[in-house]
């Protein structure tokens, strides 16, 4: 299957930069992650989750320290198994306490961070778990892109499904809740998605940059669109130019490829932010 | 004339809930009883407006029925066989929290109720006409495709009327629908409703502070206070000199003027 993809980016993009099969590869992960944020990131904001999956990102950190502990090589599903456990805990101290949601993730994202911390640097060997903090996109193998194809297959299939019910829901639950929708279980199946999401994808772009991949994009698209379609497009075309423009640019600069895809994200942020008044 | 009375015909064949039944109802949150030792009997067709001082328990009692809030006692919906049955019941809240930022339209909204068919991917014509037409009841065709944070209050209480309304209800909650709305749209509101009503045969439970529209379009008036105070026709209510003396000069004062208006809804409805 890589093979038709190596051959079809050979025959229609013969370019310096894609001579190079960990580029092949990197711009296949760009193809596959950028609609897996966008659409993501969309509902992310619309439910005001910004913080929540910030949470999450960071505390893949602790995740990866309990992967270690319990002495795997690869610690990508004992993390998203404590990021799901962490998101379920998350939505049910949202329900039991009343003090506000922000403090609430602000003292577990900091508890993990610091624990995770605590745990990795034990020894002084902190460093080689520095590749999780910037991630490395082009580091990806062809196992790996599958799973990314897998999950955004996944995403595409649930939002076919149940795209309505999250945005009833984040519009106002109780008129989502009139209209017959389990609220609760609805909103954890999202926490769920954002915290699976995030955690898979956290090798390859970075622990410090995700939710800003996350975030960036819908922000943009958001000043720029006066319903669902516009804003679901713009967000797909602005993380699509962003990410192939960071690739590119990570390529020729030798930098990071996940922040440089971030600042072009952030660069229609900008520009939207701008010309925003005409979109009113 | 005939033409009405056969479009009330098929509504009213089309209502099987006959009346809402709430027997010894109460809902305590933690340690505080909110409600409690309620008795109602709510009549198909009937505008039942639930009035009381703030604090009452009126909005709870609202989302208890809603099913949003746990309740004790018995809450039961019956058709004319007196079989109990699933009830399609129809909400306006009170002030629809929604951040004002957010790229939804009305269409989204809208087409997000009645289908599944996820609204990111655009509207087909078909939905597009019923989503118009559902508006086009209460006189909102014209927002369709407005962003809901671009609406003004009154707007999008109409808009908000029209989704409750699809698809048909038994039952329409209606949680102070017109608070800080001006005279004008609240009127235009009232007659909506009360047209509504006429029209589809659906029981109204209508929470308001507006004692004088209150007594205007209610066929019942309902006062709350932690439990049903009194129950009665809006006459019942008003010469009441317990209730008065209890519930204040405001009560006195509107109800001067209240009987001066002519009551839009004499007949009460029809029954089932």
């Known amino acids: 299957m890589m093979e038709t993809w190596y051959a079809l980016v050979n025959h229609l993009l013969p370019f310096a930069w894609t001579q190079h099969t960990f580029m092949k590869n990197a711009l296949l992960a760009v193809l596959l992650v950028s609609p897996l944020f966008a659409i993501m990131g969309t509902m992310v904001v619309n439910n005001r989750m910004a913080f929540f999956s910030d949470t999450i990102g960071h505390s893949a950190l602790t995740g990866i320290a309990i992967g270690v502990l319990l002495g795997f090589q690869d610690p990508l599903w004992i993390m998203v198994i404590f990021s799901v456990l962490l998101a379920l805990a998350i939505s049910v101290l949202k329900t039991l306490t009343n003090a506000s949601t922000d403090t609430t993730i602000g003292a577990v994202s900091a508890t993990m961070v610091a624990l995770g911390i605590v745990i990795l640097s034990r020894g002084g060997g902190f460093n080689k778990f520095s590749r999780f903090l910037v991630g490395d996109l082009l580091s990806i193998n062809p196992d790996e892109v599958l799973l990314l194809a897998f999950t955004l297959a996944g995403v595409v299939i649930l939002w076919g499904v149940m795209f ?67 804003y679901h497009v713009a967000s797909l075309l602005i993380t699509f130019t962003s990410g192939i423009a960071g690739l590119l640019m990570s390529y020729y600069w030798s930098t990071a490829t996940g922040a440089t895809i971030v600042l072009f994200a952030a660069l229609f942020y900008l520009g939207t932010l701008l010309i925003k008044p005409r979109f009113a | 004339m005939s033409k009405v009375s056969v479009i009330q015909k098929t509504y009213k064949e089309s209502c099987g809930l006959c009346h809402t039944k709430l027997k010894n109802f109460g809902v305590t949150i933690g340690r505080t ?84 068919w996820p609204v990111c991917l655009g509207h087909s014509r078909r939905r597009r006409e019923r989503v118009s037409a559902g508006l086009a009841s209460v006189q909102a065709e014209h927002l369709l495709d407005r962003r809901l944070g671009d609406l003004s209050g009154g707007e999008l209480q109409r808009v908000l009327l029209a989704m409750a309304l699809e698809p048909n209800p038994d039952l329409l909650l209606l949680d102070e629908p017109v608070s800080g709305i001006d005279v004008q749209g609240k009127e235009i509101f009232y ?82």
């Open chain 2, 33 to 116: 009883e909110i409600l409690r030792d309620i008795d109602l009997h709510i009549q198909c067709g009937e505008l039942t407006a639930l009035v009381g001082p703030n604090g009452a328990g009126k909005t709870t009692l609202l989302k208890a029925i809603l099913g949003e809030i746990r309740h004790t006692g018995e809450l039961s919906f019956l058709d004319a066989g007196d079989c109990r049955r699933n009830p399609v019941v129809g909400y306006v809240p009170q002030r629809l929290d929604f951040d004002p930022g957010s790229p939804v339209s009305v269409l989204d909204l809208f087409s997000a109720c009645l289908s599944s």
């Open chain 1, 164 to 230: 309505n019910k999250f945005l009833l829901v984040s519009v106002n639950p109780s008129l989502a809740h009139s209209r017959g929708i389990p609220v609760r279980l609805i909103d954890t199946l999202f926490c769920i998605t954002t915290a699976v999401i995030v955690t898979i994808s956290i090798q390859w772009v970075g622990i410090l940059i995700i939710n800003s991949l996350l975030i960036l994009p819908a922000a943009a698209a958001r000043n720029i669109s006066r319903n669902m379609r516009q």
């Open chain 2, 191 to 272: 007659d909506l409703v009360s047209n509504l009503r006429r029209q589809y045969d659906l029981s109204i439970i209508l929470v308001s502070h507006d004692w004088s529209l209150v007594s205007n379009y209610a066929d019942r008036i309902v006062l709350l206070d932690r439990t049903v105070q009194r129950c009665g026709t809006p006459q019942e209510i008003f010469s009441d000199e317990r209730i008065l003396r209890t519930y204040g000069p405001a009560i006195s004062e509107d109800t001067e003027q209240t009987f001066l208006k002519p009551r839009l809804i004499p007949n009460g409805g029809v029954r089932a």
